[in-house]
C-alpha cells in the first residue's frame, strides 16, 4: 500500500462546477499536509497548506481529519484554468516530504 | 532573482553510461531533494540532503547517488544506466525541514536507450 494515496481520475466537470479531491495517508506520525498544483510537463507548485481547523483561499477549501487520515480539496466555481493534476503531500516527521500519485482535473467550456 | 536550475533539460543516454544530472539553486536552502516521475507513480523520492556532506536516501535510491559539497548543489548521478531509469527527475529545495514549499526546478527529461 502507498503511504499516500489518492483517486487518480481523471474528474472531468463543466466550467462552474463544484469538485472534491480525497486523499488518505497510512503513517500517523506525519506532521503537516499539502495540496500542489502541477501542470502538464511543468514542475509543481504549492497551492495551499491544510490546516486541522480547516481552511480556504478563495475558492478552495483544505479539510484535515487527522484521526481518519484524510486530507481533502474542495474546489468551487471551477475554472478552465484549473485543469491540471493535483498532488496530496505528508510531511513526515523528520522532513521528508512524501507526494500522491496526483489527481487530474480537467473542466471543460 | 533566486532560483533552481536543472541541467541538461533533457538527455538520451544508453544503458550502462553514467549519467550525471544537475541542480543549483541560490536560494542558499539547507535543504534538497531529488524526486523522480513516472506515469501511475506520481513523484518519488530518490535522494535528499539537509546540508553540506549530508546525505540521505529516499524510497528509490537504487543505481543513484548524490553528493553535498556546498550548499547551492545537489547533483544526482546514476552510475551504471538502465532503461528503468528513463524518467523525468525534479530537484527540489526549501529553506528548512518544518516547511512544507518546495521549489522545484524545471525538471530534467532523462531517456535511456
Known amino acids: 500500500r502507498k503511504e499516500v494515496e489518492q483517486d487518480p481520475g481523471p474528474f472531468n466537470v463543466p466550467e462552474g462546477a463544484t469538485v472534491a479531491f480525497n486523499c488518505t495517508y497510512s503513517?500517523?506520525?506525519?506532521?503537516?499536509f499539502f495540496w500542489y498544483r502541477q501542470d502538464c510537463r511543468k514542475e509543481p507548485k504549492l497551492l495551499m497548506s491544510?490546516?486541522?481547523s480547516g481552511n480556504e483561499d478563495g475558492r478552495f477549501t483544505a479539510q484535515l481529519n487527522r484521526a481518519s487520515q484524510y486530507i481533502s480539496l474542495l474546489i468551487r466555481d471551477s475554472k478552465l484554468s484549473d485543469s491540471a493534476t493535483y498532488l496530496c503531500?505528508?510531511?513526515?516527521?523528520?522532513?521528508?516530504?512524501?507526494f500522491g500519485q496526483g489527481t487530474e482535473l480537467s473542466v471543460k467550456p | 532573482d533566486a532560483e533552481i536550475t536543472q541541467s541538461p533539460r533533457h538527455k538520451i543516454t544508453e544503458t550502462g553510461r553514467q549519467v550525471t544530472l544537475a541542480c543549483h539553486q541560490t536560494?542558499?536552502?539547507?535543504?534538497m531533494f531529488w524526486y523522480r516521475q513516472d506515469l501511475g507513480h506520481g513523484l518519488r523520492l530518490i535522494h535528499y540532503?539537509?546540508?553540506?556532506?549530508?546525505?540521505n536516501k529516499g524510497e528509490v535510491s537504487d543505481g543513484y547517488s548524490v553528493s553535498r559539497s556546498n550548499t547551492e548543489d545537489l547533483p544526482l548521478t546514476l552510475e551504471s544506466a538502465a532503461s528503468s531509469q528513463t524518467s523525468v527527475y525534479f530537484c527540489?529545495?526549501?529553506?528548512?525541514?518544518?516547511?512544507?514549499?518546495?521549489?522545484f526546478g524545471e525538471g530534467s527529461r532523462l531517456t535511456v536507450l
Open positions: 536560494w542558499n536552502h539547507n535543504n
Open positions: 503513517n500517523s506520525a506525519s506532521q503537516s
Open positions: 491544510v490546516y486541522s
Open positions: 540532503s539537509y546540508g553540506v556532506q549530508d546525505t
Open positions: 503531500v505528508v510531511n513526515r516527521r523528520g522532513g521528508k516530504l512524501i
Open positions: 527540489a529545495s526549501r529553506p528548512a525541514a518544518y516547511t512544507g514549499e518546495l521549489f
